[in-house]
């Protein structure tokens, strides 16, 4: 984790029951975007726990993070 940053060590009840090894692929994410400057909601790091462990597919996962951002609706493939 860059810099310490771990989104598990901050939301941790957003990992209950998730496997560890898709819990660290996640965080392993988040730490990456860390380093970059990014730090991750909590919104964030459960829309990505929710597509990790297939709660939503990827197209759900898209749709939430644009409603997110105050954006609606699928943008179609191009």
């Known amino acids: ?41 909590r919104r964030d790091v459960e829309l990505a726990l929710l597509l ?3 709660k939503i597919s990827p197209q759900e996962f898209q749709d939430l993070a644009l409603a997110e951002l105050g954006i609606f609706g699928s943008t179609p493939n191009a």
Do not use: I, Q
């Not at 810099?3 to 996640?26: K, N």
């Open 1 to 41: 984790m860059a810099g310490g940053y771990d989104v598990r060590a901050l939301y941790p009840e957003l990992f209950e029951g998730v496997d560890p090894d898709t819990a660290m692929r996640v965080v392993s994410n988040f730490g990456s975007d860390a380093h970059e400057g990014r730090e991750a909601s």
């Open 52 to 54: 990790a462990t297939k």
